[in-house]
């Protein structure tokens, strides 16, 4: 959808560690609109840790986990701020369903940022055992996977407070 205030959904996409979360908690605060989390949501419908789906059924059942969950959160009818996982714009049919449903904001960081924030997380599967060259490797792989967003952000040297105001100006 194109911006301008149309939809009350946005939908926040963008790698690991380009801080989603946070904008995400932001953004909700300062419109008044409830903020869910995609893999929040996916643990609590599935009682189970990301990490605990993909050593269970490895990555393709993730994403098929991911890809019910996101279809579930585009027909709320509640406004709302929605995170998603740097791993949800890889299927045509989430896209699809975001642009549809949702103002689609991707957030960028640069890469040396994105190994800052991620560091050695454990609850991050894809990122297990050298966690900067998976990062090189995933952006590498991903560099065009953000670019269906209607509003990209290049976070460089911007406070989270300055993202939100850049995506209402926008919205
Ligand atoms: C993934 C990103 C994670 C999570 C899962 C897979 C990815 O979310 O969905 O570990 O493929 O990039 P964050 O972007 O919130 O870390």
Redesign the pocket.
Known sequence: AAGTGTTNKIVLV?????G??TVSRLLAERLGWQRI???EE?ERRSGKK??EL?AEGG?DY?RDV?TTTLQALMTLEQPAVI??????V?RETNRTCMLDNAFVVALKADEAHIIAR?GN?P?????QGDAAANVRR?LDA?RTAYDFATLSVDTTGLSPEDVCSAIIEQW
């Not at 963008?14 to 380009?18: A, E, H, L, V």
């Not at 609850?123 to 990122?127: A, C, D, E, N």
């Open positions: 963008g790698f690991m560690g380009t989603k979360s989390d995609s893999d996916i990301i990490s993909f990555e993730f991911e995170a998603t996982g740097g791993g949800a890889l991620v997380d609850s991050r599967p894809l990122l995933l991903r």
